[in-house]
């Protein structure tokens, strides 16, 4: 394990600071994910040229957001040394509170959202007081969401405020309106996680959790306060998924629990704890979501799509066996 | 003075706290009896066939919660995630193999087996020879297991085998056959966890890596051969399946969570190293009357899950399972 992951170091205020802390913190590891995501959108870019523009490339990362703030919220919960089974049903849950409530009455909506975030934390408490592992607390949790998605919204749809398919679907000159939506999400929790002081505690927690607690910390409330990020981004994540699609659905975010795992250790991301990577899950989940589109483009059928997905992730993390010997 | 302090080693309380700290699987049997009550009450009479019908649908979740088990016990993270799509594949290719003229249903299981041992042996060589964590590694390997099964439907035409089929839903008097059978597997890898040099050294990884290692385990070969057992039987599960049901591209999902909730409920650590057996039927058997339990009094579906979510929690957390760190 690395030194910088044990001893939380001080970036520095300003400016110069937050250059010195991305500095340090990116290695060959951390350029993985950026590398493939360049060389996917090059091989979309040939296979149809008008992807390189703003709206080609608008259009191949839109569907990407809510796969970002899935990642973001299972890389809060993996810096911490766990593991979150529930995101994707978690993320459906919230577009079914969205599509049913936000239109007509949006303070029940923003009550029941909140409440996910206090039963969030719970779930973290219990990890902690118990000493459970977070991998069976999630899984339990997971059909939780599923189960209170489906009674909420038992089929597919609902209404969508007109307001956030705006914000959703916004075109933007220049710069690509998910470039700005993704880069934002990743700055939040860059600050969330690396700049705030309470986030060194977090991330110590992650790498050496008896030293965290001897040092006088809560992890009770460590451990709240991380799976408590982990809902936010999980609500982030289904505002912007009910947004694109402008319906509510429980079942259709299921498979984002694993994507988002993958993305987070593409990213540079660690089972065993200790490192938060908020822009590597972003890039590693923009990647992971335009491996499928590209395949699309350059005519793969679409029942090797999912299959061809899976070999580009291991090629990708096959890259690590180089890079972690080199960092070494 | 702490409860542990007033207990002499010797006593009689130590003894059983230590025993049933050794049969964790008690709790789930335990659970499993009490909500057989709850159906018997809800019925207003104590009904044996209840338990018959539900011993009769175990057998799939138990093989595949066998198979998770074993990888499971290599600690570190291990889960096979790519059992549902093995699953789903093997009920297309058996039943696909079984059907028609020149169809075979011994041919039908070595073809699911086949399937089964390609993904195990594809899944270690990514975690082992590349150093992709299991559970990234597995669902990457599920991926490409999935276009297999999305490729293999689309081409499908085939209805289970009638002989097959019979076999699957086949009593002796109340007992299933099946459920007979796969009780003898469960003892059967009980022994091999157990007894043998593989089990052996399967808990010992799972103990500690580092040190398995340096006793001259050959880990890469323990993991090639947990991944087996547990892609085998993901494969057979979904071949028997295939017959039992039919075939469909969703027949797997399932399996995926609940293949790690029969493994924890059951008592096995999910941190690896420490397993059981009897801990796998009593889960399945639990589920599975929790889940007729839940029809019994017409609870829907969504409030099922919620009910199920809560449980397996709630067992877990009275069970006060340790991370044994």
Request: a positive charge.
């Amino acid at each position: 394990m690395s030194v910088e992951a044990t001893v939380p170091r001080d970036p520095g205020r300003g400016m110069s600071g937050v250059i010195e802390s991305f500095r340090s913190s990116f290695g060959p590891t951390e350029a993985l994910a950026p590398m493939a995501l360049i060389l996917l959108i090059a091989v979309a870019g040939i296979a149809e040229p008008s992807v390189l523009s703003v709206s080609g490339i608008t259009l191949l990362l839109s569907s990407a957001i809510p796969l970002v703030f899935a990642a973001l919220a299972q890389m809060c919960i993996i810096t911490l040394g766990d593991i979150d089974l529930g995101t994707g049903y978690f993320i459906g849950l919230v577009s079914a509170v969205v599509a049913v409530h936000l239109n007509d009455s949006p303070w029940i909506a923003v009550a029941i959202l909140l409440g996910l975030v206090a039963l969030y934390a719970g779930a973290g408490a219990l990890v902690q007081l118990r000493q459970i592992p977070a991998l069976i607390v999630t899984l339990g949790a997971s059909f939780i969401w599923l189960g209170l998605g489906l009674s909420i919204l038992p089929t597919p749809g609902g209404t969508v405020p007109g307001w956030l398919v705006t914000v959703m679907t916004v075109n933007t000159p220049v710069i690509p309106y998910p470039v700005i939506v993704a880069a934002l999400a990743g700055g939040l929790a860059y600050v969330l996680l690396i700049r705030t002081p309470y986030s060194a505690v977090l991330r110590g927690a992650g790498s050496n959790p008896d030293a965290v607690r001897r040092a006088g910390w809560s992890l009770v409330r460590v451990r709240m306060t991380a799976y408590g990020l982990a809902a936010v981004f999980g609500i982030l994540g289904g505002l912007a998924l009910a947004g694109i699609t402008s319906s509510g659905d429980t079942q259709a975010s299921a498979n984002y629990t694993l994507l988002a795992i993958a993305s987070t250790i593409l990213g540079g991301g660690r089972f065993t704890g200790g490192r938060a990577v908020p822009f590597g899950a972003v890039i590693g989940a923009l990647a992971i979501s335009v491996a499928g589109s590209m395949l699309a483009l350059i005519g793969v059928s679409s029942n090797f799509q999912t299959g061809v997905q899976g070999l580009i992730l291991i090629t990708v993390l096959a890259g690590r066996i180089v890079t972690d010997r080199s960092r070494s | 003075m702490t409860a542990d302090a007033v207990l002499a080693p010797g006593s009689r309380r130590a003894v059983s706290r230590e025993w049933l700290a050794g049969h964790r699987w008690i709790w789930v049997y335990l659970s499993a009896f009490l909500t057989w009550v709850a159906i018997s009450v809800a019925n207003g009479r104590a009904d044996a066939e209840v338990i018959a019908a539900v011993f009769s649908l175990a057998p799939f979740l138990v093989l595949v919660g066998i198979g998770q088990m074993f990888v499971i016990t290599l600690g570190d993270g291990h889960t096979d995630l790519t059992v549902p799509n093995v699953v789903s594949l093997s009920a297309f290719v058996a039943t696909g193999a079984m059907y028609g003229a020149d169809g075979s249903i011994a041919r039908g299981l070595m073809l699911a087996l086949a399937a089964g041992v390609a993904a195990a042996a594809l899944s270690t060589i990514v975690i082992v020879g590349l150093r992709v964590p299991s559970m990234v590694a597995t669902l990457a390997v599920g991926m490409i297991v999935q276009s297999a099964t999305t490729e293999t439907a689309s081409r499908f035409a085939a209805s289970p085998d009638p002989d097959l089929a019979t076999f699957t839903h086949l009593r002796i008097g109340p007992i299933s056959v099946l459920g007979v059978i796969c009780v003898l597997i469960a003892l059967g890898f009980g022994f091999v966890l157990h007894r043998m040099v593989y089990g052996r050294m399967a808990q010992a990884i799972g103990q500690s890596k580092a040190a398995a290692e340096l006793a001259g385990v050959p880990v890469g070969r323990v993991v090639l051969t947990t991944y087996v057992i547990s892609g085998c039987l993901a494969a057979l599960a979904g071949a028997l399946l295939g017959a039992f049901a039919s075939p469909s591209l969703a027949i797997g999902e399932p399996y995926l969570l609940n293949s790690i909730a029969v493994v924890v409920l059951g008592g096995s650590l999910i941190s690896g190293g420490r397993s059981n057996l009897p801990g796998i039927w009593g889960s399945a058997m639990f589920l599975l009357l929790l889940t007729t339990l839940l029809n019994t009094l017409s609870v829907g579906v969504a409030t099922q899950y919620v009910i199920k979510g809560v449980l397996i929690i709630l067992v877990l957390a009275l069970m006060g399972a340790k991370k044994d760190r």
